[in-house]
């Protein structure tokens, strides 16, 4: 009987075993043909920067305002967060009370990060 049972566990592992080795093997397998069957004849032309047909003027990096990043920050961690709302909103009446009160406090932690967010006033757009 223990026997069966190191057996299936041994079996569970040879198939994630495997599924590793076609996760690594494929993609691999699959760029290096890539890599054989392209045509390489680089020159000068091919190396330049292409921007839309037209030469490039000025550097290449451009410095952005931090408040980008913020407001890109807080717009994902807010739209995430508002996704989980629809499944409890379908599934409310087969949840009950209990899940209704996780819910309060979910948002109520996702409230105090606005209130935090607006208080360190990540939220006000100033002009540089």
Same mark, same amino acid.
């Given at each position: 009987?223990? $026997? +069966? /049972?190191? %057996? #299936?566990?041994?079996?569970?592992y040879?198939?994630?075993? /495997?599924?590793?080795?076609?996760? /690594?093997?494929?993609?691999?397998?699959?760029?290096?043909f =890539? @890599?054989?069957? @392209?045509?390489? +004849?680089?020159? !000068? !032309?091919? +190396?330049?920067?292409y %921007? &839309?047909g037209n %030469?490039?003027? =000025? %550097?290449?990096?451009?410095?952005?305002?931090? @408040?980008?990043?913020?407001? $890109?920050?807080?717009?994902?961690?807010?739209?995430?967060?508002?996704?989980?709302?629809?499944?409890?909103?379908?599934?409310?009446?087969?949840?009950?009370?209990?899940?209704?009160?996780?819910? $309060?406090?979910?948002?109520g932690?996702?409230? /105090? =990060?606005?209130?935090? $967010?607006?208080? #360190? #006033?990540?939220?006000?757009?100033? &002009?540089?």
């Open positions: 009987m223990e $026997a +069966k /049972i190191v %057996e #299936k566990y041994i079996n569970n040879v198939i994630v075993a /495997i599924f590793i080795l076609l996760g /690594i093997l494929l993609p691999v397998v699959a760029l290096a =890539g @890599r054989l069957l @392209r045509p390489n +004849k680089p020159n !000068e !032309e091919k +190396k330049t920067t %921007e &839309s %030469e490039p003027v =000025g %550097e290449g990096q451009v410095r952005f305002n931090v @408040r980008y990043y913020l407001f $890109a920050l807080m717009f994902v961690i807010f739209d995430v967060e508002t996704v989980f709302l629809y499944p409890w909103a379908v599934a409310y009446k087969q949840l009950g009370l209990f899940v209704l009160v996780e819910m $309060a406090i979910f948002t932690l996702l409230l /105090i =990060g606005l209130l935090y $967010a607006w208080k #360190k #006033k990540v939220l006000k757009w100033n &002009s540089i």
